[in-house]
């Protein structure tokens, strides 16, 4: 009588594909703990009896350079204040998943200067944002156009009328982001272009100008922060 065969199976394991955890706005910060909020002023620096000391408070509501940042208990933005020099403030309201939901501006006297909302599809990708003034009529339109990870590869922007001011197409990279911007006329032709690159945190590292036949107008390299 013959052996009967013994047959092994041997399970294979099958690879899955690591998914990257998006940071919370807290670890981006590097901040630790549950961090409820956090404040910045900037004075200017000066000396006096031979010591440097803070000076006048100085800022820019476009730079982000003073401001007061409400976390929720997950580590992510609730809201930002950001504050001008004259007493100007740009607020930003950020949703559940901690994109930027709402922001408004708001001139020194408190008056509301300007306001924009962000729209979001089924996914969570923010696929329109509207500009409106304190009236309620439509300042400008941007529309969308997103990658599967969520980031925008194309904005297109509209003006008031409904025509096409300007596009941009952004580019991404290992360690940087680029974007250029095509300034058009009313017969939609290039009357200039614009060319930033950020770092992945979106500073500013290098910025560059072009007119209308493409010729460099101006180039920087400078670093600040992007709001």
């Known amino acids: ?19 990257e955890v998006k940071k919370t706005h807290a670890e981006l910060d590097e901040l630790k703990g549950q961090v409820k909020q956090v ?53 930003m309201q950020f949703n559940e998943r901690g994109d930027l939901w709402k922001q408004t501006y708001r ?9 924009s909302e962000n729209i979001f599809n089924e996914k969570g990708y923010d696929t329109e944002q509207f500009l409106t003034y304190p009236d309620g009529k439509i300042m400008s339109r941007t529309a969308y156009t997103n990658d ?11 003006n008031h009328e409904g025509a096409i001011s300007y596009t941009c197409n952004y ?4 360690d940087t982001i680029i974007s250029n911007m095509y300034s058009q006329d009313a017969d939609g032709k290039t009357t200039s272009s614009h060319n930033w690159i950020y770092d992945l945190d979106y500073n500013v590292l290098e910025e560059t100008e072009y007119d209308a036949a493409g010729n460099i107008t101006e180039s920087d390299k400078i670093g600040r922060a992007h709001v």
């Open 1 to 19: 009588m013959g052996k009967k065969k013994e047959t092994k199976v041997t399970a294979t394991e099958i690879e899955t594909p690591a998914v």
């Open 39 to 91: 404040k910045e002023t900037f004075f200017k620096a000066k000396k006096r009896g031979g010591e440097i000391v803070a000076g006048d408070w100085e800022g820019d509501r476009g730079y982000r350079k003073n401001f007061l940042i409400t976390f929720d208990e997950k580590g992510q933005k609730v809201e930002e204040h950001v504050f001008g020099p004259s007493g100007e403030t740009y607020l």
């Open 107 to 115: 001139k020194s006297d408190g008056s509301l200067e300007f306001k």
């Open 148 to 158: 599967e990870q969520g980031r925008h590869i194309k904005s297109v922007h509209y």
């Open 171 to 174: 580019t991404y990279n290992e």
